[in-house]
């Protein structure tokens, strides 16, 4: 059964960085897309931008660019997304999630990583 | 790229009832548009993909339709279960949502 499981909660001061761990099972990491979407308290869902696991190709919503790391290591099937300068509104649960039936049809998602930024 | 809207933002109803959500793209995606449903506190969960393919396990009473730049999900005789929030995505590019619909009991 495919499944994504994402490192724990963080607590974060503005102006550092975060990096979310998304670790792949019960299916080939490198043969599907991973992308990342995050939920501030309260609101919808805003897309961030994806990872190409077979050759670590990346494309980032414009928002985000510049700021906004994702990479992976095969060997573990874990992807990870940094984010750095982070202020208040980067106050989120941060998903990945597998696209397994069509380069953006996101159909494993992972649990969710809250991370709140605050001084 | 195409930005997502969708109608209602908010809807009550009953269990029984047939309810009709609206997506609208800003140009037209074909049909790359996909629905997903998010209960309180849970990741959300593909329903429906290429505007009217039901994803393996979800129940024949969600359908989808549409394509270009207008979508909809119908959910036939609503359960207990599928009081949440709905939400489109167009996959034709940069996966943008939609600002979602919250399906809340009447």
């Known amino acids: 059964q495919a499944q994504l499981v994402q490192s724990g909660a963080d607590v974060k001061k503005p102006g550092a960085s975060v990096k979310v761990s998304c670790k792949a099972s019960?299916?080939?990491?490198?043969?599907?897309?991973l992308h990342w979407v995050r939920q501030a308290p309260g609101q919808g869902l805003e897309y961030m931008g994806w990872?190409?696991?077979?050759?670590?190709?990346?494309g980032f919503a414009q928002k985000f660019q510049g700021r906004v790391t994702m990479t992976r290591d095969t060997s573990i099937s874990t992807a990870y997304m940094d984010l750095s300068s982070l202020r208040s509104d980067d106050t989120a649960v941060y998903y990945c999630?597998?696209?397994?039936?069509?380069?953006?049809?996101?159909?494993?998602w992972g649990q969710g990583t809250p991370v709140a930024v605050s001084s | 790229d195409s930005q997502m809207t969708q109608s209602p933002s908010s809807l009550s109803a009953s269990v029984g009832d047939t309810v009709t959500i609206t997506c609208r793209a800003s140009q037209s995606i074909s049909t790359f548009l996909n629905w997903y449903q998010q209960k309180p506190g849970k990741a959300p969960s593909l329903l429906i993909f290429a505007a009217a393919s039901l994803q393996s396990g979800v129940p024949s009473r969600f359908r989808g339709s549409g394509s270009g730049t207008n979508f909809t999900l119908t959910i036939s005789s609503l359960q207990p279960e599928d009081f949440a929030t709905y939400y489109c995505?167009?996959?034709?590019?940069?996966?943008?949502f939609g600002p979602g619909t919250k399906v809340e009991i009447k």
């Open positions: 990872l190409n696991p077979n050759n670590g190709a990346t």
């Open positions: 999630a597998a696209a397994r039936w069509g380069l953006y049809v996101m159909d494993v």
């Open positions: 995505q167009q996959s034709y590019r940069t996966p943008f």
């Open positions: 019960g299916y080939t990491f490198r043969d599907y897309h």
